[in-house]
């Protein structure tokens, strides 16, 4: 499936969790992640992800893949895979495939997000713990998303890339 997304680095995410608390966005949810991210050795375009998600005492773990087709700027533009849940026994099935296929380990992050969504539009904020940034993440249908992203940008002035 198409992935349309801004995703950027900013100095503090709480400007964006008001935006979205005032401008009607529902939470989803507040979620603990690692992500170890593999890259194909052949492709660096070509990821993917195991991600173990911490919601109170429960825990999941997910894989997915996915292909990054654009980036432009803040902009990606990427195909998904659909998200398969794993148990243990199944993650050393598929980290296995991974080695075969020639996917190395290129990044082990760990993360607090917050998840709000409204009208098609999904907003990923990302306090980092494993690397220490703050990253945002608005994404779903193109035209919704751009006019939430302008809209950000002149309600919000600190931005950086």
């Known amino acids: 499936m198409k992935e349309y997304e801004h995703s950027f680095k900013v100095e503090s995410i709480l400007p964006y969790i ?3 608390k005032k401008n009607g966005y ?3 949810g507040i979620v603990t992640q ?3 991210v593999y890259e194909n050795k052949n492709s ?3 990821i993917a992800r195991i991600t173990t998600e911490t919601i109170g005492d429960k825990e999941r773990i997910i894989f997915d893949c996915k292909n990054v087709g654009s980036k432009q700027k803040d902009l990606n533009i990427s195909k998904e895979s659909i998200p398969m849940e ?3 026994e199944t993650k050393k099935i598929i980290l296995s ?3 075969v296929l020639e996917f190395y ?3 082990d992050n760990l993360r607090t997000r917050y998840i709000f969504q409204k009208k098609g539009v999904t907003f990923e904020i990302d306090d980092y713990i494993r690397p220490k940034t703050q990253v945002v993440a ?3 249908n193109e035209e919704t998303v751009e006019k939430v992203y302008s809209d950000i940008l002149s309600k919000i002035n600190n931005k950086t890339k």
Request: aromatic share 4%; charged share 20%; glycine share 4%.
């Open 34 to 36: 690692n992500r170890v």
């Open 18 to 20: 008001e935006y979205c």
């Open 86 to 88: 794993l148990t243990q």
């Open 105 to 107: 380990v290129a990044a």
């Open 44 to 46: 660096n375009h070509i």
């Open 138 to 140: 608005i994404e779903g």
């Open 97 to 99: 495939m991974l080695e």
């Open 26 to 28: 529902t939470e989803i």
